[in-house]
Nanobody, 123 residues
Framework: VQLQASGGGLVQAGGSLRLSCAAS????????TGWFRQAPGKEREFVAG????????AYAGAVKGRFTISRDNAENTVYLQMNSLKPEDTALYYC?????????????????WGQGTQVTVSS
């Protein structure tokens, strides 16, 4: 499956952005999907994930209550709505997908990756 992320940009602290990740190449609905991010000099970290059934979502503690992940199986797209952005949210954001139901926080558990989209939050 090919994943294409978009929606990044430059925003002031307190602002919002909505990331999108469009999937192609195979049936999207059986895939669990998620978002990761990587800041310069840091390891890639889990941000949020949503199960293939869209009935369960998981979030990193740092974004819980501010970010919302959702998916539209009809549009083969997963979204990340980011509100109340902080400078520490600045990173390259990646969408990812995997077969199976569990939402793993470890990047090594995810098979399919899109290219990153840059999010920069100014103070």
């Amino acid at each position: 499956v090919q994943l294409q992320a978009s929606g990044g940009g430059l925003v002031q602290a307190g602002g919002s952005l909505r990331l999108s990740c469009a999937a192609s190449g195979r049936t999207f609905s059986p895939l669990t999907t998620g978002w990761f991010r990587q800041a310069p000099g840091k390891e890639r970290e889990f941000v949020a994930g949503v199960s293939r059934s869209d009935r369960r979502a998981a979030y990193a503690g740092a974004v819980k209550g501010r970010f919302t992940i959702s998916r539209d199986n009809a549009e083969n797209t997963v979204y990340l709505q980011m509100n109340s952005l902080k400078p520490e949210d600045t990173a390259l954001y990646y969408c990812a997908a995997r077969d199976g139901e569990p939402i793993w926080e470890s990047p090594t558990r995810w098979i399919y990756w899109g290219q990153g989209t840059q999010v920069t939050v100014s103070s």
